[in-house]
Nanobody, 117 residues
């Protein structure tokens, strides 16, 4: 059973920073890709950032402000969010992809980020 648990969300002022964490129940070496998605009020879930052995990928609206990283020893993926804007408000979800005979897509339950204007 693969579990992903997000933490680090909260209320911040515009221009502030937050670091989200995603703790995995198994070695993150086991995953082919790790990422963060978010769902803003009234909008569909969207990709924010993704990391693979090939590099990193970011949504255009967060480039230069957000950084995805990982700590293999802690089995944890991070999303450092700087220069936050009210438009960044939403529930942020950790996800991980792993090939287990077929591709499996795992999700955490999310952590809420609220950016005040």
């Amino acid at each position: 059973q693969v579990q992903l648990v997000e933490s680090g969300g909260g209320l911040v002022q515009a221009g502030g920073s937050l670091r989200l964490s995603c703790a995995a129940s198994r070695s993150i070496f086991s995953f082919n890709a790790l990422g963060w998605h978010r769902q803003a009020p009234g909008k569909q879930r969207e990709l924010v950032a993704r990391i693979t052995n090939g590099g990193r990928n970011y949504a255009d609206c967060v480039k230069g402000r957000f950084t995805i990283s990982r700590d293999n020893a802690k089995n944890t993926v991070y999303l450092q969010m700087n220069s936050l804007k009210p438009e960044d408000t939403g529930v942020y979800y950790c996800n991980a992809d792993r090939y287990e005979g077929t591709w499996m897509d795992y999700w955490g339950k999310g952590t809420l980020v609220t950016v005040a204007s």
